[in-house]
């Protein structure tokens, strides 16, 4: 049963405007949670990550929004660029334990 | 959904000695397996990229006699970590991919292998 849940496998947005991408999870066990951004052929990197003490933690263009009650995050991509263009992976853990990744959402920045 | 498993969970094991990492897919058949690890800052290190019935394809950098990858079936790949040394204590995580012809292939992740190595 996935634990964590991408429920939009695409997403497309024109550059420049806010791309939001969402996740939920089922486990309020976890307290640990991560954005991954994956191209083609390689592996994902870490985009920005956010513990279940926070509800939003910032990084330049990159805002990842965290509701406990609701077991819900979401990553916020503003201005979107067409660089930003790639599948997106939330991924959750209890701190020093498994991960557990969602599906993806694959992002499209139209130019 | 597709569920990726990964055993063990954990595994602890003396320097010297060989440790094998399971990746299955339980619902769907994996054309395509692919192995990660997981550095202290949180990037995933693509390994590997193991396709069923062939040769794994290595990443630069990856040592593929220390790292053996069997990709036996359709729903199992074998990460094998041999003569184990501190420095390769990680998370080993492994994804497989589900070729569903609709926008962007979907590709599912395991929860993880902790290696610590004494």
């Known amino acids: 049963d996935q634990q964590v849940k991408q429920n939009s496998p695409s997403l497309s947005v024109q550059e420049g405007r806010i791309s939001i991408l969402n996740c939920d999870y089922t486990?309020?066990?976890?307290?640990?949670f991560l954005w991954y951004k994956k191209y083609p052929a390689e592996g994902p990197t870490f985009l920005i990550s956010?513990?279940?003490?926070?509800d939003k933690n910032e990084d330049g263009r990159f805002t990842v929004f965290l509701n406990k009650s609701a077991k819900h995050l979401s990553l916020h991509i503003v201005p979107s660029q067409p660089g930003d263009s790639a599948v997106y992976f939330c991924?959750?853990?209890?701190?020093?334990?498994?991960?557990?990744f969602g599906t993806g959402t694959s992002l499209t920045v139209i130019p | 959904g597709a569920v990726v498993s990964q055993h063990p969970s954990r595994v602890i094991c003396k320097s010297g000695t060989s440790v094998k990492i399971e990746c299955r897919s339980l619902?769907?058949?994996?054309?395509?397996m692919f192995w990660y690890r997981q550095f202290p800052k949180q990037s995933l290190m693509l390994m590997a990229t193991?396709?069923?019935?062939?040769?794994?394809?290595?990443e630069q950098g990856v040592e593929k006699d220390k790292f053996l990858i069997n990709h036996a079936s359709l729903t199992l790949s074998t990460l094998t970590v041999t003569s184990a040394h501190p420095e390769d204590s990680s998370f080993y995580i492994c994804?497989?991919?589900?070729?569903?012809?609709?926008?962007?292939?979907?590709?599912?992740f395991g929860p993880g292998t902790r290696l610590t190595v004494l």
């Open positions: 994804s497989a991919e589900q070729l569903t012809g609709l926008v962007g292939d979907t590709q599912y």
């Open positions: 991924a959750a853990s209890r701190t020093g334990n498994q991960f557990y």
């Open positions: 619902d769907f058949q994996a054309t395509t």
């Open positions: 486990n309020s066990m976890f307290d640990y």
């Open positions: 193991s396709n069923e019935g062939s040769k794994a394809t290595y």
């Open positions: 956010i513990s279940s003490i926070k």
